[in-house]
């Protein structure tokens, strides 16, 4: 295990060395249009948490606090319309998460098939795998809201029901001529 922590330090170090290909000037990049990057102050609360760190807390929290009922909508994009609303006790979860590591090999240094290694870090949540991209965020009453968006549709998940016009639920019956 010390093997191994000597090789990601070494690995690490020489990400460090690395160069790029933009132009350095400063310590900070610079754009071809001779904008450069630059930095801001950040402030923390009492907690000593920023605000983006407070939000990820209270999602996490919000999203696996036992019995919590949420709210589905499945919307439209082109007509703006809910097509599929439903309650979901819990969570909605990507079908990309998963309970293990997704990829294993032997550890560096050992003989025995039972000694494993992954790339892989459980998540702050206790799953491996991605999850689809989406925006979260608490409105001012405290409600949890996420929002997807993808191909023809919206996915809106929220922890209090939304005032919608109408919902509609789209049902073909296939007719053998």
């Given at each position: 295990?010390?093997?191994?922590?000597?090789?990601?330090?070494?690995?690490?170090?020489?990400?460090?060395?690395?160069?790029?290909?933009?132009?350095?000037?400063?310590?900070?990049?610079?754009?071809?249009?001779?904008?450069?990057?630059?930095?801001?102050?950040?402030?923390?609360?009492?907690?000593?948490?920023?605000?983006?760190?407070?939000?990820?807390?209270?999602?996490?929290?919000?999203?696996?606090?036992?019995?919590?009922?949420?709210?589905?909508?499945?919307?439209?994009?082109?007509?703006?319309?809910?097509?599929?609303?439903?309650?979901?006790?819990?969570?909605?979860?990507s079908g990309g998460k998963r309970?293990?590591?997704?990829?294993?090999?032997?550890?560096?240094?050992?003989?025995?098939?039972?000694?494993?290694?992954?790339?892989?870090?459980?998540?702050?949540?206790?799953?491996?795998?991605?999850?689809?991209?989406?925006?979260?965020?608490?409105?001012?009453?405290?409600?949890?809201?996420?929002?997807?968006?993808?191909?023809?549709?919206?996915?809106?998940?929220?922890?209090?029901?939304?005032?919608?016009?109408?919902?509609?639920?789209?049902?073909?019956?296939?007719?053998?001529?």
């Amino acid at each position: 295990m010390r093997n191994l922590g000597i090789v990601m330090l070494a690995w690490c170090a020489g990400l460090g060395l690395c160069g790029c290909d933009e132009q350095q000037s400063g310590g900070g990049q610079t754009a071809k249009t001779g904008v450069r990057e630059t930095t801001a102050t950040i402030n923390v609360g009492a907690d000593g948490l920023t605000v983006e760190q407070r939000n990820v807390r209270k999602r996490l929290e919000a999203d696996n606090k036992p019995g919590s009922i949420k709210h589905l909508y499945v919307i439209s994009a082109y007509s703006g319309q809910v097509i599929i609303y439903s309650t979901v006790d819990g969570k909605v979860t990507s079908g990309g998460k998963r309970l293990t590591a997704g990829s294993r090999a032997p550890a560096w240094g050992y003989q025995t098939s039972a000694q494993w290694y992954s790339p892989e870090v459980v998540q702050d949540d206790g799953t491996f795998g991605s999850s689809a991209e989406y925006l979260f965020w608490f409105d001012s009453k405290g409600n949890y809201h996420q929002h997807y968006v993808s191909g023809g549709q919206i996915v809106h998940v929220s922890d209090q029901p939304l005032s919608v016009k109408s919902v509609i639920i789209n049902i073909e019956t296939g007719t053998t001529p």
